[in-house]
C-alpha cells in the first residue's frame, strides 16, 4: 500500500492551497483518514480527520479555514486551506487506516507547505 501526496507549495498569506493525498495497492476498504503536519522543531500533530461515513473533526487552529473531505471510490482524500497563516507552515502528512488482510495505519511522503509573503 502506497499512499501519495500532492498540492504542497509556496503561498502568501490569506492565500489557499488544496492537498491531495491517493491509495494504492491491495486494499480492501479503507476507514479514517486523515491529515497531520509537524513543523521545524515541533512534533507532528492531528490537523483533520474524516471518517468512513464523512464524521469530521479539525483542530482548533484550523476551525472555520480548513476542510476536509474524501472520495471513497477513487481512495482519496483532500484538505482545502483558506486564509492561511504563516504559522500553518510546516510538512502536512496524510494517514489512512486501510485494510488489507488486517487494518493498519498507513501514512504518506509528507508535502511542504510554505506560507509567506
Known amino acids: 500500500v502506497q499512499l501519495v501526496e500532492s498540492g504542497g507549495g509556496l503561498v502568501q498569506p490569506v492565500g489557499s492551497l488544496r492537498l491531495s493525498c491517493t491509495a494504492s495497492g491491495h486494499i480492501f476498504g479503507i476507514n479514517d483518514m486523515g491529515w497531520y503536519r509537524q513543523a521545524p522543531g515541533h512534533e507532528r500533530v492531528l490537523v483533520a480527520t474524516?471518517?468512513?461515513?464523512?464524521?469530521?473533526n479539525y483542530a482548533d487552529s484550523v476551525k472555520g479555514r480548513f476542510t476536509i473531505s474524501r472520495d471513497n471510490a477513487k481512495k482519496t482524500v483532500y484538505l482545502q486551506m483558506n486564509s492561511l497563516k504563516p504559522e500553518d507552515t510546516a510538512v502536512y502528512y496524510c494517514?489512512?487506516?486501510?485494510?488489507?488482510?488486517?487494518?493498519?495505519?498507513?501514512w504518506g511522503q509528507g508535502t511542504q507547505v510554505t506560507v509567506s509573503s
Open positions: 494517514k489512512m487506516a486501510v485494510t488489507t488482510l488486517y487494518e493498519f495505519d498507513y
Open positions: 474524516i471518517t468512513i461515513s464523512g464524521n469530521t
